[in-house]
């Protein structure tokens, strides 16, 4: 499952970063690792972007980031 498929007001857990290079280093970058809980506050009405809260920071992510996202 990855982060794009999580509801609205769930949390879950990092298992695993997609891809490779500078996408994968710009999530990263925003603290989103191995291990990492993710939670999904807000998604936009036409489904780009996410709103989650990582780390305690709210931050803003692109539906094709969050595919690269395994969690469980």
Partial sequence: MTLKEVA???TARV???AGDGPVKRRIMDMGIT???DIFVRKVAP???PMEI???GYEL???KVDAG???VE
Wanted: charged content about 40%; proline content about 0%; cysteine-free.
């Fill in 8 to 10: 609205v007001g769930e």
């Fill in 60 to 62: 803003s992510l692109r």
């Fill in 34 to 36: 191995k291990g990492v």
């Fill in 68 to 70: 690269m996202i395994e």
């Fill in 15 to 17: 298992k695993k970063l």
């Fill in 53 to 55: 809260t990582v780390r």
């Fill in 46 to 48: 036409l489904g780009d």
